[in-house]
Every structure is written in C-alpha cells, then in structure tokens.
C-alpha cells in the first residue's frame, strides 16, 4: 500500500512539474510573440526616419548644385548635412544592434535580450531628442531662406516680420511632428518594453 501510495505521489508531482513547464514555455513564447512585435516596430521606425535623411541629402545637394556659387545657400546645405550625417550613423549603428534575430534563445538570453533593447532605445532616444532641440531649428531656417530665397522678392531681410511668422509656424509643425514620432515610435514602446521587463521578472516566470 505505501509503494502505491508513493507511485501515485509520484506520479502527481512528474505531473504537476510537466504543466508548470508547459506554463512556463507558454509564457516564454507570448513573451518572444511581444519582443518580436516591438523589433517590428523599431525597424519600422528605421526605415522610416532613414528614407526621410534620404530626401534631406537629396533636397541639400539638388540645392547645392541649383545656387552652386551662392555662399549663403552653399554655406546653409553643408550645415544641415554636416548636422544630419552624425545623426544617420548613430541610427545605423542603434539599429543594429537593437534588431538581431533571437528565436532560440533561452528564458535568461530572453531577459538579457529585452534589458538590453530597452536600454539602446532608451539611449537613442535621448538623442534624438537633444538632436530634434537643434535640429528643428536648424533645418526650419535653411529651409525658410530657400523658400524666401526662391520666392519672395527681397529674401528673409526685407520681409523680417512675415519671415519670423513663418518660421515660428515651420518650427511648430516640425515641432509637433517630432511630439507625435517620438510619442509612437519611442515612449510607448519603452512603456511596452517596460512592462514585458517585469513580466519577465515575476517569480511565475522565473
């Protein structure tokens, strides 16, 4: 009778570990579902901003070479690029090391995994935001006095007050633009990420 009681003690605890296992990879697989979601998103955003540096680059040499010999223009198309080119390269390098393919790692490679991802995006992130304080501004002016430049008889200079309406509007919606990318593409998937951090570091999951 106690041989079959423990058989059967047994045989309840083999099973009782088997369904905490299965628990457990369930969760390990909804977990790697929401990692690769955001991935998806992150990538998504580098597409993104990488074929708007595209257009800048485009937009700064056809009007380099269309006012070739204006200092003004010339001296305002190598600002901007000088300021974009850093900004493309730290994306580039963030990006890469953000979105590399993890499917078979484990629950602890898993955790390392998302810890780091957080952190990489939170870095950028501030640099972006410390590149859009300079940046908006920047871009807004050069792209003002070309628009003067090409349009308005007189330029920026004999029109100083519709110039500052103006700017203040371009850099407003440059501005605004900025508030909603970066609220998509980067506070809510640190809030994502967040969240997936401590569901990973719950005691039922470890």
Known sequence: ???FDEIKGLWAKNAASEASLLGKEKVAAVVRSRIRKEKKAIAGYFWLALSYHI????????LFIKFRGDNQVMA???AVAALYIPFTI?????FKAMYRPDA?????????SVRRQYELLSQFFILKKRFDLGGIPITCLVLEGV???LYVPGGIIAHLPAAL?????IVLIFGTAAWFENRK?????LRRLGFILKDIDYPDFS
């Open 165 to 169: 309406a103006v700017y203040t509007g």
């Open 55 to 62: 257009l800048i680059y485009s937009s700064v040499c056809w």
């Open 104 to 112: 078979t790692a484990k629950l602890l490679d898993i955790r390392c």
């Open 185 to 189: 593409h980067f506070i809510r998937p």
């Open 1 to 3: 009778m106690n041989s």
């Open 147 to 149: 628009l003067f430049k």
């Open 76 to 78: 305002m198309c190598a």
């Open 90 to 94: 730290v994306l580039m390098r963030k």
